[in-house]
């Protein structure tokens, strides 16, 4: 049985779909599957499903629901009991191998393990595993995320945006500065006001040698955070620029850079 949110939401069993088309039922599961192993609690099943103005009959109704959720476990030749009754809410019951989230989490462990240990062809190797368990934009895709499921997916979606920035450090540590461009180029008009986006897009042009493209944009990010901020970019940002424009050796080193991007 594989559990995957990192995406549209997916529970097989082998190669068959146990999720729900129904939106509510569907909704239960997703959030009883990004808190495996954890009890959730009635009530907050029943803010979720119904944005806090409840029926009369919610608690009937969500019990329906996980009645028939375990019916669709049964039909796959699996226990009910997967999904376990404790102490007012329920729990999945599931090994957290069963879930793309826990490999996602492990690989990610150990990337940023070797990047510490200077490790970094094996970090960004990691990192770039942890990552391709993504299967599209955002997390729980697919499902209507209220009040319970929505902090949950962003925070990984932050988690993403955060592991991807680590791997890039990883890869510029191991010269792989030109096959980065065309990603950073996209990334930096995702996230235009993005600093460590830039210093790393600065970074990678600069060791292709476009030096005055690294200066653009830097100046490009000082000019929209201007405008729409009102504020200068920080000190390690302006750092890496005057290393840019005073072409400081220490930027030809693969590995010294990364001390001068911002965390």
């Known amino acids: 049985m594989r559990v995957e949110v990192l995406g549209p939401f997916a529970i097989s069993v082998d190669g068959r779909s146990v999720?729900?088309?129904?939106?509510?039922?569907?909704?239960?599961?997703?959030?009883?599957?990004?808190?495996?192993?954890?009890?959730?609690?009635?009530?907050?099943?029943?803010?979720?499903?119904?944005?806090?103005r409840p029926?009369?009959?919610?608690?009937?109704?969500?019990?329906?629901?996980?009645?028939?959720?375990?019916?669709?476990l049964r039909g796959a030749g699996l226990s009910s009991r997967l999904i376990s009754t404790v102490r007012g809410g329920y729990r999945l019951e599931l090994r957290p191998e069963a879930f793309d989230v826990h490999e996602y989490h492990s690989l990610a462990a150990l990337g940023d393990r070797a990047a510490a240990l200077g490790a970094h062809e094996d970090a960004a190797r990691l990192l770039r595993e942890a990552l391709r368990l993504w299967r599209g934009p955002g997390a729980?895709?697919?499902?209507?995320?209220?009040?319970?499921?929505?902090?949950?997916?962003?925070?990984?979606?932050?988690?993403?945006?955060?592991?991807?920035?680590?791997?890039?450090?990883?890869?510029?540590?191991?010269?792989?500065?030109?096959?980065?461009?065309?990603?950073?180029?996209?990334?930096?008009?995702?996230?235009?006001?993005?600093?460590?986006?830039?210093?790393?897009?600065?970074?990678?042009?600069?060791?292709?040698?476009?030096?005055?493209?690294?200066?653009?944009t830097f100046q490009r990010l000082r000019a929209d955070m201007a405008a729409e901020l009102s504020v200068e970019p920080g000190p390690e940002l302006q750092e890496l620029h005057r290393a840019v424009i005073d072409s400081v050796?220490?930027?030809?080193?693969?590995?010294?850079?990364?001390?001068?991007?911002?965390?």
């Not at 009369?56 to 629901?65: D, E, G, N």
């Not at 010269?175 to 950073?184: D, F, S, T, Y």
């Open 55 to 72: 029926p009369a009959s919610a608690a009937a109704t969500l019990q329906t629901y996980v009645f028939q959720l375990r019916r669709r």
């Open 249 to 263: 050796p220490a930027l030809d080193r693969f590995t010294a850079p990364v001390q001068l991007l911002p965390r």
């Open 140 to 216: 729980l895709l697919d499902v209507e995320r209220g009040p319970a499921l929505e902090p949950e997916a962003q925070q990984l979606e932050l988690s993403r945006s955060a592991l991807t920035g680590r791997r890039i450090d990883a890869e510029l540590a191991i010269g792989r500065h030109a096959e980065l461009l065309g990603e950073l180029a996209a990334l930096t008009v995702q996230d235009r006001m993005n600093e460590r986006l830039c210093a790393q897009q600065m970074i990678a042009l600069y060791r292709s040698g476009r030096r005055l493209d690294a200066l653009s």
């Open 19 to 52: 999720v729900p088309t129904a939106s509510k039922p569907r909704t239960v599961l997703a959030l009883l599957s990004v808190r495996p192993g954890q009890v959730v609690p009635a009530s907050t099943l029943i803010r979720e499903l119904w944005s806090g």
